[in-house]
């Protein structure tokens, strides 16, 4: 959707609003609602501290409680009469938002979409930990994904599968489960990996724990953990808080060439 300078056309802007804390939001998803005629948020993952950007005039519509059909005739008859929605998505509207099916359904009614990414709570959660979960000759890949329950995953991307490559493994929708997430890890991480625990990362109630995978259960258990809550599970963390990773990059290193820095 191309906008008129700064001033959106009317349509339906999905805004990722980052896993919290307002300050996350981009720049660009912050105009947009502070630009909005009808803000719908999804209220029991968005914080309400996100709102305070809205216009005095703005419709804020919250979505815990209906359904997609009843959530999409509010966003299309708005559009219809000319106005800017932006529809409030939690972390980043790449993972696990439901957009696919809303972006859908507004194109066969012919309603414009944009999507302005947002700040994933795996990202938080490294940040707290000063962590960079892509260290070299250690692990170099990250691995987003969720534990199978009611919504289930393709087979070939079952938890035991994945461990098996031993990356940086950011665990999301699984606390309910985490008993048998913490079995299928352990079929190949040692069980004194270290694994981040984070609850309502970025909220004014967030916690984080660093436990060793063996302590991910019960530790979760013991917190009564049961929603809201990521696990990230990475070599990269003993590196940081453990044993101190020696290793560096090539890319500030003296021996290495390349088009800024030529020999």
Same mark, same amino acid.
């Given at each position: 959707?191309?906008?008129?300078?700064?001033?959106?056309?009317?349509?339906?802007?999905?805004?990722?609003?980052?896993?919290?804390?307002?300050?996350? /939001?981009?720049?660009?998803?912050?105009?947009?609602?502070?630009?909005?005629?009808?803000?719908?948020?999804?209220?029991?993952?968005?914080?309400?501290?996100?709102?305070?950007?809205?216009?005095?005039?703005?419709?804020?519509?919250?979505?815990?409680?209906?359904?997609?059909?009843?959530?999409?005739?509010?966003?299309?008859?708005?559009?219809?009469?000319?106005?800017?929605?932006?529809?409030?998505?939690?972390?980043?509207?790449?993972?696990?938002?439901?957009?696919?099916?809303?972006?859908?359904?507004?194109?066969?009614?012919?309603?414009?979409?944009?999507?302005?990414?947002?700040?994933?709570?795996?990202?938080?959660?490294?940040?707290?930990?000063?962590?960079?979960?892509?260290?070299?000759?250690?692990?170099?890949?990250?691995?987003?994904?969720?534990?199978?329950?009611?919504?289930?995953?393709?087979?070939?991307?079952?938890?035991?599968?994945?461990?098996?490559?031993?990356?940086?493994?950011?665990?999301? /929708?699984?606390?309910?489960?985490?008993?048998?997430?913490?079995?299928?890890?352990?079929?190949?991480?040692?069980?004194?990996?270290?694994?981040?625990?984070?609850?309502?990362?970025?909220?004014?109630?967030?916690?984080?724990?660093?436990?060793?995978?063996?302590?991910?259960?019960?530790?979760?258990?013991?917190?009564?953990?049961?929603?809201?809550?990521?696990?990230?599970?990475?070599?990269?963390?003993?590196?940081?808080?453990?044993?101190?990773?020696?290793?560096?990059?090539?890319?500030?290193s003296p021996e290495h060439h390349h088009?800024?820095?030529?020999?």
């Amino acid at each position: 959707m191309v906008e008129n300078g700064t001033q959106p056309k009317a349509g339906v802007y999905f805004v990722g609003a980052g896993p919290g804390d307002p300050e996350l /939001l981009t720049l660009k998803g912050q105009r947009l609602i502070q630009q909005a005629d009808v803000i719908v948020y999804a209220d029991s993952l968005v914080p309400s501290g996100i709102l305070q950007f809205a216009a005095a005039t703005a419709t804020c519509i919250p979505t815990a409680a209906l359904t997609l059909e009843e959530i999409l005739p509010l966003m299309i008859s708005a559009v219809e009469a000319g106005k800017v929605v932006v529809r409030l998505q939690s972390g980043d509207p790449s993972l696990y938002s439901a957009i696919h099916e809303q972006i859908q359904r507004l194109a066969a009614a012919g309603i414009e979409v944009e999507v302005v990414p947002g700040i994933s709570a795996y990202q938080l959660a490294a940040a707290r930990l000063k962590a960079e979960l892509t260290l070299p000759e250690l692990v170099q890949t990250i691995i987003l994904t969720r534990a199978s329950g009611r919504t289930r995953v393709p087979a070939a991307e079952e938890l035991a599968s994945l461990a098996a490559h031993q990356a940086s493994l950011c665990l999301y /929708l699984s606390a309910n489960c985490v008993q048998r997430a913490q079995q299928q890890l352990l079929a190949h991480y040692p069980p004194d990996t270290l694994v981040a625990i984070g609850y309502r990362l970025g909220w004014p109630d967030e916690q984080l724990w660093l436990v060793p995978l063996s302590e991910m259960a019960s530790v979760s258990q013991q917190q009564r953990l049961t929603r809201t809550t990521l696990y990230l599970i990475s070599p990269a963390l003993a590196a940081q808080h453990v044993t101190p990773f020696q290793g560096r990059s090539c890319l500030y290193s003296p021996e290495h060439h390349h088009l800024f820095r030529p020999d």
